[in-house]
């Protein structure tokens, strides 16, 4: 199940994309009341995505450095050719 959850976060991040999207949009695509799928939740708590206020817009979530460092590693590895 862990890597259901796993691959579910690299799809938020990347969902999420370069640009802040406003909290309510995220919720309401990406939170779940299924207990074994806490996408959301879990990207949270890894310090993957970050929520601040944006003037004019309120609160918005971006991918944190954290998250692109993740997302980066996971869908974008670097080979090493010795």
Do not use: K, Q
């Amino acid at each position: 199940m862990a890597d259901t959850v796993d691959n579910l976060i690299l799809d938020l991040l990347e969902w999420l994309g370069t640009g802040p999207r406003p909290y309510a949009e995220v919720l309401d695509a990406w939170r779940t009341s299924c207990p074994r799928l806490p996408v959301w939740e879990e990207a949270n708590d890894r310090g993957y995505v970050e929520r601040r206020r944006a003037s004019g817009i309120g609160p918005v979530v971006s991918v944190s450095i954290a998250g692109v460092e993740y997302l980066h590693r996971c869908r974008f590895p670097v080979s090493r050719s010795t």
